[in-house]
């Protein structure tokens, strides 16, 4: 296979596979999605009565989803949550371990992360509305474990547990979706120019 083919743009991939197949492009992709998923965890906003902040950790997961797929997307994620349920401060404000009222957010984006990447593959990232669509179900799936995992892990009640720990976030979640819908299309539409 040579380097140009290699390079053009193909359907059924996604942007991690235009780089040159190896082992080790593999486990660099998948480390590197955990540590952008920890450091963009550290980039963290207190919502007034909430326990759970705004932060860059479910843009860095839905994009880790996007741009390396579901199996590395998913490893990704793994290694992310395991590392940090063994002591390594790298969830939001610096905290670690399982059980923190904010644990399933990170459950949620292990199985948003997996999902949005078996939809780039299918070229759900390539154009502005699909990659909206994308990001939405991404955030949606990614609430519909945290949410109830906060709820439990908290003792409040369910519609206290969506007024605090999902309410306050959806325009945070526009924004980080409009990014994306400007990102991921334009990385595709200038690989097709160079491949």
Known sequence: MSTASAAAPRTGSVLAD???????????LV???????????QIAVPIPGSPVPVTGQ???ALLVGAG?????????????????????PWFANGT????????????GMLLASTVVGALARRGA???????????????????????PYLAASTGMSLTAA???????????D????????????AAWKLIGRKG
């Open 18 to 28: 235009l780089l040159p197949a190896s082992r080790t492009k593999d486990i660099a």
């Open 96 to 107: 670690s371990g399982a059980g923190g009222a904010s644990f399933g957010y990170v459950l």
């Open 68 to 88: 390396l797929g579901a199996g590395r997307g998913f490893l990704s994620l793994a290694l992310y949550a395991l590392v940090g349920m063994a002591g390594m």
């Open 174 to 185: 526009a924004l980080k979706a409009a990014l994306a819908m400007g990102l991921l299309p």
């Open 125 to 147: 990232d390539r154009s502005v509305p699909r990659t909206a669509g994308t990001m939405v179900l991404g955030s949606a799936i990614i609430y519909a474990v945290g949410v």
């Open 58 to 60: 479910t843009f860095a």
């Open 31 to 41: 480390v590197g999605g955990a540590a952008l998923t920890g450091l963009a965890a």
């Open 162 to 172: 969506v007024a605090a720990g999902l309410t306050p976030f959806l325009l945070g």
